[in-house]
């Protein structure tokens, strides 16, 4: 279960002191200053613990990796997708200050995260596996809410307020730069603030060599090392924005948030295409543009807060619409071309009330709804050959848009016992337009089956939760939680409709090298989590702290996938369905799964001495087992045993640690995607920092013994060679690990 941390405002008795919450556990120590605490159900982190992190470059979602049960899966270089308890992507709700945000992608090279610069972030806070009804919805492994710093005003006794920061890091291992600023003016009333980021970096190289051999990887426009990960570059991500906030009344928030990132170029080593523009020629033939902007999201986020004597009312209007451009990087294979482009528009909003009924009872309603527009297209090349004559239209007018409503019930019966109960009903609904090929001599019979069909789909979701938390003392803390959750498949799941291998490998959005085809007979996920978990501490919570959780989840009509044999389509060969060793072609298909773990995460003071300092040991135990309860197979991309060790010393302002971890060889593979083998390493890290009132440096040694390692939840490579083609770069490379690296991050505001 997720680490319980109760706001002291809605649980006044609790015998557990306020910022000594026993739940709150990450590497470092979390120090809170005029901040609420986490409410309930999540593991927050903020403060010192993300500003030593920002090493890590721009990919925000490492942050979350010091959290237990959370991992992440690398796609591009700020595209990290994280995973809770097994669970991932559209899985998972995950929202930026408060907005919702969707990819636009075959492969979801633009996820939510990748949204926001890890510069900008004040807190996090995670939802795993349980995430209470007024939080979570058409998600099944929990919520991720990232935030940026909220506006603030003068008192009626200063003048104008103004404050500057800015930032720079550098990562050695692919020759990682980025730089940030931002300025912010307050009166009383007027907040206005500004803030821009940017990032890019070269390919990343591996400890030694991890490439086979053959002329598989000869094809690109130059020679490249086997211990460089080819197209793991970034180009010209910048993101800007702008906020406007008002406070015409005390208490009352009104606040406009108009933010914009346009990405050059972002290579992805288990994809087979890359985030780039292209254009034609006069005969439409295709070259890259790899100065001119492949991907442009543009947010406008319109907030209301307003604290009253019953309590808070929210309410939330947003809108998102994406331009994305992929094509192959020619490090893969020189003078070939695909061109492929998506369009999408997300409207969203939310009304919500936390009405204080009682000193003991908390009433949460609220209704929100998401309208998503989807359409992805990719251009005829030439005037002959297999991608001739006309577009290729992937999903056409797609359409996914939810309405919901929940109620959720918070008491504190007694100083020690605490419950939440939540309910949560709503609709999916889903359609795409009709969809053609390149032509009709090799696409028509599909298309016209398809198109032939009804598409419109309707899904009933119901959820609800029961959370409960038991303080018999100040030095224990017990906690239980169910829950039953429902997510709906997205369009890729369902729209997506040949089998003709170039095509279908384009849709894949796990990363596993795969050719993937959807499935018009998805019903939805419908998830029942139970979950514990004990914390023990001592009476202040400052010398030691120690809590285990364990967690099933089991999942009906979990979106899982099946090979493709010629009784679906005459394109799948039997070899399709034995093949071991090789990419195949896949259909998504509804099978029941459970997945179950535990998580063991504690801490200890070992000493503090004047003049030298206090040192502290702190770790994290992670096991997590998937199965297909229908074929016996294991689920894909699960972790496998991990424990992450640490020793932090501080003295004043500086800040010294070394951290281990170590993971177990990934054996418990998917057999039906033929995911590859790691095997276990172990990696040891080396960080110092020291802070200043208006300063922050921070040292890294990443990798610090060069250790050659092979990502366990990192997909297939296929960054070089013949993309196109599904098994013309050799299977069994999983991406690799980054070597050694020595990074910086300064950072500077007064």
């Not at 613990?49 to 991992?71: F, H, Y």
């Not at 100083?415 to 090799?442: E, M």
């Given at each position: 279960?997720?680490?319980?941390?109760?706001?002291?405002?809605?649980?006044?008795?609790?015998?557990?002191?306020?910022?000594?919450?026993?739940?709150?556990?990450?590497?470092?120590?979390?120090?809170?200053?005029?901040?609420?605490?986490?409410?309930?159900?999540?593991?927050?982190?903020?403060?010192?613990?993300?500003?030593?992190?920002?090493?890590?470059?721009?990919?925000?979602?490492?942050?979350?990796?010091?959290?237990?049960?959370?991992?992440?899966?690398?796609?591009?270089?700020?595209?990290?997708?994280?995973?809770?308890?097994?669970?991932?992507?559209?899985?998972?709700?995950?929202?930026?200050?408060?907005?919702?945000?969707?990819?636009?992608?075959?492969?979801?090279?633009?996820?939510?995260?990748?949204?926001?610069?890890?510069?900008?972030?004040?807190?996090?806070?995670?939802?795993?596996?349980?995430?209470?009804?007024?939080?979570?919805?058409?998600?099944?492994g929990g919520t991720i809410e990232v935030n940026s710093a909220p506006p603030q005003f003068a008192n009626a006794d200063e003048g104008v307020l103004y404050d500057a920061r800015m930032g720079f890091t550098f990562r050695g291992n692919g020759n990682g730069r980025a730089k940030n600023m931002g300025f912010s003016l307050a009166t009383q009333v007027l907040n206005l603030n500004f803030e821009q980021s940017f990032a890019e970096s070269d390919n990343y190289h591996a400890a030694r060599?991890?490439?086979?051999?053959?002329?598989?990887?000869?094809?690109?426009?130059?020679?490249?090392?086997?211990?460089?990960?080819?197209?793991?570059?970034?180009?010209?991500?910048?993101?800007?924005?702008?906020?406007?906030?008002?406070?015409?009344?005390?208490?009352?928030?009104?606040?406009?948030?108009?933010?914009?990132?346009?990405?050059?170029?972002?290579?992805?080593?288990?994809?087979?295409?890359?985030?780039?523009?292209?254009?034609?020629?006069?005969?439409?033939?295709?070259?890259?543009?790899?100065?001119?902007?492949?991907?442009?999201?543009?947010?406008?986020?319109?907030?209301?807060?307003?604290?009253?004597?019953?309590?808070?009312?929210?309410?939330?209007?947003?809108?998102?619409?994406?331009?994305?451009?992929?094509?192959?990087?020619?490090?893969?294979?020189?003078?070939?071309?695909?061109?492929?482009?998506?369009?999408?528009?997300?409207?969203?909003?939310?009304?919500?009330?936390?009405?204080?009924?009682?000193?003991?009872?908390?009433?949460?309603?609220?209704?929100?709804?998401?309208?998503?527009?989807?359409?992805?297209?990719?251009?005829?090349?030439?005037?002959?050959?297999?991608?001739?004559?006309?577009?290729?239209?992937?999903?056409?007018?797609?359409?996914?848009?939810?309405?919901?409503?929940?109620?959720?019930?918070?008491?504190?019966?007694?100083?020690?016992?605490?419950?939440?109960?939540?309910?949560?009903?709503?609709?999916?609904?889903?359609?795409?337009?009709?969809?053609?090929?390149?032509?009709?001599?090799?696409?028509?019979?599909?298309?016209?089956?398809?198109?032939?069909?009804?598409?419109?789909?309707?899904?009933?979701?119901?959820?609800?939760?029961?959370?409960?938390?038991?303080?018999?003392?100040?030095?224990?803390?017990?906690?239980?939680?169910?829950?039953?959750?429902?997510?709906?498949?997205?369009?890729?799941?369902?729209?997506?409709?040949?089998?003709?291998?170039?095509?279908?490998?384009?849709?894949?959005?796990?990363?596993?090298?795969?050719?993937?085809?959807?499935?018009?007979?998805?019903?939805?996920?419908?998830?029942?989590?139970?979950?514990?978990?004990?914390?023990?501490?001592?009476?202040?919570?400052?010398?030691?702290?120690?809590?285990?959780?364990?967690?099933?989840?089991?999942?009906?009509?979990?979106?899982?996938?099946?090979?493709?044999?010629?009784?679906?389509?005459?394109?799948?060969?039997?070899?399709?369905?034995?093949?071991?060793?090789?990419?195949?072609?896949?259909?998504?298909?509804?099978?029941?799964?459970?997945?179950?773990?535990?998580?063991?995460?504690?801490?200890?003071?070992?000493?503090?001495?004047?003049?030298?300092?206090?040192?502290?040991?702190?770790?994290?135990?992670?096991?997590?087992?998937?199965?297909?309860?229908?074929?016996?197979?294991?689920?894909?991309?699960?972790?496998?045993?991990?424990?992450?060790?640490?020793?932090?010393?501080?003295?004043?302002?500086?800040?010294?640690?070394?951290?281990?971890?170590?993971?177990?060889?990934?054996?418990?593979?998917?057999?039906?995607?033929?995911?590859?083998?790691?095997?276990?390493?172990?990696?040891?890290?080396?960080?110092?920092?020291?802070?200043?009132?208006?300063?922050?440096?921070?040292?890294?040694?990443?990798?610090?013994?060069?250790?050659?390692?092979?990502?366990?939840?990192?997909?297939?490579?296929?960054?070089?060679?013949?993309?196109?083609?599904?098994?013309?770069?050799?299977?069994?490379?999983?991406?690799?690990?980054?070597?050694?690296?020595?990074?910086?991050?300064?950072?500077?505001?007064?």
């Amino acid at each position: 279960m997720t680490l319980l941390a109760f706001p002291t405002a809605v649980f006044p008795r609790s015998p557990v002191a306020p910022g000594n919450e026993p739940g709150s556990l990450a590497l470092d120590a979390v120090t809170v200053t005029g901040e609420r605490l986490a409410p309930i159900g999540a593991t927050r982190l903020d403060g010192q613990t993300l500003r030593g992190r920002r090493t890590r470059g721009n990919d925000t979602a490492r942050l979350l990796e010091d959290i237990p049960g959370v991992s992440t899966y690398g796609t591009g270089a700020i595209s990290s997708l994280p995973v809770i308890w097994g669970l991932a992507d559209d899985r998972l709700r995950t929202r930026v200050d408060g907005v919702e945000l969707e990819a636009a992608c075959p492969n979801h090279m633009n996820p939510a995260l990748s949204f926001i610069d890890p510069s900008k972030v004040l807190h996090v806070q995670v939802y795993a596996g349980i995430a209470p009804v007024s939080v979570g919805g058409d998600s099944i492994g929990g919520t991720i809410e990232v935030n940026s710093a909220p506006p603030q005003f003068a008192n009626a006794d200063e003048g104008v307020l103004y404050d500057a920061r800015m930032g720079f890091t550098f990562r050695g291992n692919g020759n990682g730069r980025a730089k940030n600023m931002g300025f912010s003016l307050a009166t009383q009333v007027l907040n206005l603030n500004f803030e821009q980021s940017f990032a890019e970096s070269d390919n990343y190289h591996a400890a030694r060599n991890f490439k086979l051999d053959g002329l598989w990887k000869s094809l690109g426009e130059r020679e490249i090392p086997d211990d460089e990960v080819a197209v793991s570059e970034l180009r010209g991500a910048v993101n800007r924005e702008l906020r406007v906030a008002l406070r015409p009344w005390q208490d009352h928030i009104i606040e406009m948030r108009v933010s914009e990132q346009s990405l050059d170029v972002q290579g992805f080593p288990n994809q087979r295409m890359d985030m780039v523009s292209s254009a034609p020629d006069e005969f439409n033939f295709f070259s890259l543009r790899p100065n001119e902007p492949a991907n442009i999201n543009n947010i406008v986020n319109l907030n209301y807060t307003g604290d009253f004597s019953w309590g808070e009312l929210t309410a939330r209007a947003s809108r998102q619409t994406q331009r994305h451009s992929m094509d192959m990087l020619q490090d893969r294979f020189f003078g070939m071309f695909m061109p492929m482009i998506s369009r999408s528009t997300t409207y969203g909003g939310e009304v919500a009330a936390s009405i204080e009924v009682s000193d003991r009872d908390i009433l949460r309603l609220g209704i929100d709804y998401q309208d998503y527009s989807y359409d992805d297209v990719w251009p005829a090349v030439g005037d002959f050959g297999a991608m001739c004559c006309e577009e290729f239209v992937n999903i056409r007018d797609g359409r996914r848009d939810r309405l919901a409503s929940y109620a959720e019930w918070e008491r504190a019966w007694n100083p020690h016992w605490l419950s939440q109960l939540g309910i949560r009903g709503g609709t999916v609904t889903s359609d795409a337009g009709p969809v053609q090929g390149y032509n009709d001599g090799l696409y028509g019979d599909e298309a016209a089956e398809f198109n032939a069909r009804d598409r419109h789909r309707i899904d009933q979701h119901l959820d609800a939760t029961a959370l409960l938390r038991f303080t018999p003392t100040t030095r224990q803390t017990y906690d239980a939680g169910l829950a039953r959750k429902t997510r709906s498949p997205n369009l890729l799941e369902r729209y997506t409709w040949t089998y003709e291998s170039m095509a279908s490998s384009m849709n894949n959005f796990v990363g596993d090298g795969n050719a993937y085809v959807g499935n018009l007979d998805l019903k939805p996920e419908i998830a029942y989590t139970a979950s514990a978990s004990g914390a023990w501490h001592d009476s202040h919570a400052t010398t030691w702290n120690l809590r285990i959780t364990g967690h099933v989840t089991h999942v009906r009509d979990f979106i899982d996938a099946e090979r493709c044999t010629p009784e679906l389509s005459i394109r799948c060969p039997e070899a399709n369905v034995t093949t071991d060793n090789e990419f195949v072609q896949l259909r998504y298909v509804n099978q029941d799964a459970r997945l179950y773990g535990i998580d063991v995460s504690g801490s200890r003071l070992l000493g503090n001495i004047d003049g030298v300092g206090s040192f502290t040991a702190n770790g994290i135990l992670s096991y997590l087992r998937g199965q297909n309860l229908e074929t016996g197979d294991n689920l894909f991309q699960i972790m496998p045993l991990n424990l992450r060790l640490g020793l932090t010393h501080r003295l004043a302002g500086w800040t010294m640690a070394v951290d281990g971890q170590l993971v177990a060889a990934k054996e418990n593979i998917s057999r039906v995607r033929n995911e590859i083998v790691t095997p276990g390493f172990g990696l040891l890290h080396l960080r110092a920092g020291y802070e200043w009132k208006n300063a922050r440096v921070d040292l890294e040694l990443e990798n610090a013994l060069n250790t050659f390692y092979r990502l366990p939840l990192g997909g297939a490579y296929v960054g070089q060679g013949n993309s196109m083609a599904l098994n013309a770069i050799p299977w069994g490379m999983a991406v690799p690990g980054r070597a050694r690296s020595f990074n910086v991050a300064v950072n500077i505001s007064y």
